[in-house]
């Protein structure tokens, strides 16, 4: 195997009540690099995602299209933190 390959795993959740999991991942990987997509804007669940989770990289749909999405993410693997809302 080349050593510029890489390997992205992709977890995909529809519920933010998943905080303990995400947690549990980034503790046994702390490579991680946790991205969160979401349509909502309710400033609780924001808060909520930021205090308990604090991801690389947050997108509201609404704001991202296909190549700004793919600039972000290009932007969090090299370590950038990248957030739509701000």
Do not use: W
């Not at 519920?15 to 991205?35: A, D, E, G, W, Y």
């Amino acid at each position: 195997m080349s050593s510029n390959f890489k390997v992205y795993n992709l977890v995909q959740s529809y519920n933010f009540k998943l905080c303990p999991q995400v947690l549990r991942l980034t503790q046994s990987m702390p490579k991680t690099k946790i991205v969160i997509v979401t349509s909502t804007t309710s400033n609780y669940v924001l808060h909520s995602i930021f205090k308990k989770i604090n991801p690389e990289g947050f997108m509201i749909k609404a704001e991202v299209d296909y190549e700004k999405f793919k600039k972000h993410m290009v932007l969090i693997l090299q370590n950038q933190n990248c957030y739509t809302l701000f």
